[in-house]
């Protein structure tokens, strides 16, 4: 499967910018999960890359073959871009049954195609079943009901899911009667060995004409496929069909209608829809949005497999963050069409780039704690948290928080002038969706209108503080004195919210403990992985562990 690059892409209508100068390489055989709240442009990416969105300005390539270029004028329209799309809502022909709206896309197909023997790749499929004649029988008597009597269509799908036939072999197999046989395997030998000498024959014939037969049957002359201009024949089109409807366990359902089937069903018709012309790519806008939690969860298993079996490179719209963690080899994290991680999942949750990163991966959701103080000579950052109780943060890696700010100040600065610079240019408008600092949530008893309240002067030493719910456990010897606002316990765990003061916290105890409202307990703080971020321009500083001085 290819790879796909995008380069300094941007979708704008007038000065509204959908997605702001995008770079991004996905590599060939990987998932990845364009994630981020509602009207991010998640879709509107998605759908540039599919070819059904035209950007503004950039460059994308699938493969090696540029699809878009709006320096050099090139477009290449959706239909020839070998991409699937797999929609919201399915999109099923309500008048066609299962076996029709996956085929149907197929029956249209009409493009330089090698030449194939039909004839020789059925030979071939019947005389691979019949190495195993006590199967074939063991899947036949498989069939029958408790009367004895046989299921013909239960049968051809197993035959057809068992060795990978179209229905038609499948059909010619049965009348083999290889079942009915006193010594299955005997009979089933006697068979192949007809098969096998008809398909040497059709090779001979071939190599009398300085022509081969490849691995799909293909024919091949000087090692390479004749090409004709042709459809894909019923035993083509039937052959794929059975495939994908095996790969996603839907081939009992062929002669039903979309109404006939559950909501699960449906969008596993639709994924069989959408792999059965081979695409090189799978393009996937939230499909499992319109399912209930248990077959969602479901699906996402089925989907972490399907990935595997067809080795396709999956790209998957989604705002929930947890089918991005459970799903993705690597998240694309966007916010008001700009980047802001791409990176593995557990990368982001564990190093979010930003505030807004730490924010939004997370269930529960991170805690936020305003902090304010400056590095000492021995290199840890001393803080007054939570209304003045003293911490001291112990930076994991080697940190000089001078330098880092420095830093900051001249990329913010080179941000301005490339700004700057990009608005001089003739066709350039200014961006009437600017980019903000992520404002974080700091939990509070009695919350504030955040709307009425004015935005504070920053200073260096204006910092926060990012803690994962399950780094704070509860113990008799910790540091921090606590009251039980809220208990959710769910079995293996419990998720808290704990008083301090005038703040909450949110922690995650594993275990079956059994939590009052109102409980006076003690609290710490463990782990290297609390995070330090600047205020001011919303980055993260490091991580590291966090120590409370009495």
């Given at each position: 499967?290819?790879?796909?690059?995008?380069?300094h892409?941007?979708?704008?209508w007038?000065?509204y910018?959908?997605?702001?100068?995008?770079s991004?390489?996905?590599?060939?055989?990987?998932?990845?999960?364009?994630?981020?709240?509602?009207?991010?442009?998640?879709?509107?990416?998605?759908?540039m890359?599919?070819?059904l969105?035209?950007?503004?300005?950039?460059?994308?390539?699938?493969?090696?073959?540029?699809?878009?270029?709006?320096?050099?004028?090139?477009?290449?329209?959706?239909?020839?871009?070998?991409?699937?799309?797999l929609?919201?809502?399915?999109?099923?022909?309500?008048?066609?049954?299962?076996?029709q709206?996956?085929?149907?896309?197929?029956?249209?197909?009409?493009?330089?195609?090698p030449?194939?023997?039909?004839?020789?790749k059925?030979?071939?499929d019947?005389?691979?079943?019949?190495?195993?004649?006590k199967?074939?029988r063991?899947?036949?008597?498989?069939?029958?009901d408790?009367?004895?009597r046989l299921?013909?269509?239960?049968?051809?799908?197993?035959?057809?899911?068992?060795?990978?036939?179209?229905?038609?072999?499948?059909?010619e197999?049965?009348?083999?009667?290889?079942?009915?046989?006193?010594?299955?395997?005997?009979?089933?030998?006697?068979?192949?060995?007809?098969?096998?000498?008809?398909?040497?024959?059709?090779?001979?014939?071939?190599?009398?004409?300085?022509?081969?037969?490849?691995?799909?049957?293909?024919?091949l002359?000087?090692?390479?496929?004749?090409?004709?201009?042709?459809?894909?024949?019923?035993?083509?089109i039937?052959?794929?069909?059975?495939?994908?409807?095996?790969?996603?366990?839907?081939?009992?359902?062929?002669?039903?209608?979309?109404?006939?089937?559950?909501?699960g069903?449906q969008?596993?018709?639709?994924?069989?829809?959408?792999?059965?012309?081979?695409?090189?790519?799978?393009?996937?806008?939230?499909?499992?949005?319109?399912?209930?939690?248990?077959l969602?969860l479901?699906?996402?298993?089925?989907l972490?497999?399907?990935?595997?079996e067809?080795?396709?490179?999956?790209?998957?719209?989604?705002?929930?963050?947890?089918?991005?963690?459970?799903?993705?080899?690597?998240?694309?994290l966007?916010?008001?069409g700009?980047?802001?991680?791409?990176?593995?999942?557990?990368?982001?949750?564990?190093l979010?780039?930003?505030?807004?990163?730490?924010?939004?991966v997370?269930?529960?959701?991170?805690?936020?704690?305003?902090?304010?103080?400056?590095q000492n000579?021995?290199?840890?950052?001393?803080?007054?948290?939570?209304d003045?109780?003293?911490?001291?943060?112990?930076?994991?890696?080697?940190?000089?928080?001078?330098d880092?700010?420095?830093?900051?100040?001249?990329?913010?600065?080179?941000?301005?002038?490339?700004?700057?610079e990009?608005?001089?240019?003739?066709?350039?408008?200014?961006?009437?969706?600017?980019?903000?600092?992520?404002?974080?949530h700091?939990?509070?008893?009695?919350?504030?209108?955040?709307?009425?309240?004015?935005?504070?002067?920053?200073s260096?030493?204006?910092?926060?503080?990012?803690?994962?719910?399950?780094?704070i456990?509860?113990?008799?010897?910790?540091?921090?004195?606590?009251?039980?606002?809220?208990?959710?316990?769910?079995?293996?765990?419990?998720?808290?919210?704990?008083?301090?003061?005038?703040?909450?916290?949110?922690?995650?105890?594993?275990?079956?403990?059994?939590?009052?409202?109102g409980?006076?307990?003690?609290?710490?703080?463990?782990?290297?992985?609390i995070?330090?971020?600047?205020?001011?321009?919303?980055?993260?500083?490091?991580?590291?562990?966090?120590?409370?001085?009495?």
């Open positions: 499967m290819p790879k796909i690059i995008l380069s892409i941007t979708k704008r007038n000065n910018f959908g997605v702001d100068d995008l991004l390489e996905i590599p060939d055989n990987s998932f990845i999960t364009l994630l981020g709240p509602s009207g991010c442009g998640k879709t509107t990416i998605l759908r890359i599919a070819g969105e035209t950007p503004t300005e950039g460059r994308i390539q699938i493969g090696e073959r540029v699809v878009f270029d709006s320096e050099a004028g090139i477009n290449v329209p959706a239909n020839k871009r070998r991409v699937g799309f929609f919201q809502n399915y999109a099923l022909w309500p008048n066609m049954t299962v076996y709206n996956i085929s149907f896309g197929l029956k249209n197909v009409k493009e330089e195609l030449k194939r023997d039909i004839e020789a059925i030979l071939s019947l005389s691979r079943a019949l190495r195993r004649g199967k074939i063991d899947l036949v008597e498989d069939c029958r408790k009367s004895g299921n013909l269509e239960k049968t051809y799908v197993k035959l057809i899911d068992s060795f990978g036939l179209s229905m038609q072999t499948a059909k197999l049965y009348a083999l009667r290889i079942h009915e046989a006193a010594d299955a395997d005997a009979a089933a030998e006697g068979k192949r060995a007809e098969y096998e000498a008809k398909l040497s024959e059709i090779r001979k014939g071939y190599e009398s004409r300085g022509q081969k037969l490849g691995q799909s049957f293909e024919i002359k000087d090692g390479k496929p004749i090409l004709e201009k042709r459809k894909l024949c019923t035993e083509e039937d052959a794929r069909v059975r495939e994908v409807a095996r790969i996603v366990n839907i081939g009992m359902f062929m002669d039903r209608y979309p109404a006939e089937l559950s909501g069903q969008q596993r018709v639709a994924i069989a829809r959408t792999l059965a012309p081979e695409p090189e790519v799978l393009f996937m806008d939230e499909p499992l949005s319109n399912l209930d939690a248990k969602r479901e699906m996402r298993y089925e972490q497999r399907l990935h595997v067809t080795g396709s490179t999956f790209v998957y719209v989604t705002h929930d963050q947890m089918e991005a963690m459970t799903l993705a080899t690597r998240i694309c966007i916010n008001n700009v980047l802001q991680q791409y990176a593995p999942p557990l990368t982001v949750y564990r979010p780039e930003n505030l807004f990163a730490a924010d939004f997370g269930n529960p959701s991170i805690n936020f704690i305003e902090a304010k103080g400056s000579m021995e290199g840890a950052v001393e803080l007054s948290i939570l003045g109780k003293r911490a001291l943060f112990h930076p994991e890696e080697p940190l000089v928080l001078e880092w700010f420095k830093k900051r100040d001249e990329e913010a600065e080179e941000s301005l002038r490339r700004e700057n990009r608005l001089k240019e003739k066709r350039a408008v200014e961006k009437l969706n600017k980019d903000e600092v992520f404002r974080c700091i939990q509070r008893v009695e919350e504030e209108d955040q709307s009425i309240r004015e935005d504070p002067v920053l260096n030493e204006d910092l926060i503080l990012a803690v994962r719910p399950e780094a456990g509860i113990e008799e010897s910790g540091e921090l004195p606590a009251v039980i606002y809220g208990a959710m316990p769910t079995g293996m765990e419990s998720t808290l919210k704990l008083r301090l003061g005038g703040y909450l916290l949110t922690s995650v105890i594993f275990g079956k403990t059994e939590y009052r409202i409980e006076e307990r003690s609290i710490r703080i463990h782990g290297k992985d995070l330090l971020f600047d205020r001011k321009s919303g980055r993260r500083i490091t991580s590291g562990s966090l120590e409370i001085l009495p």
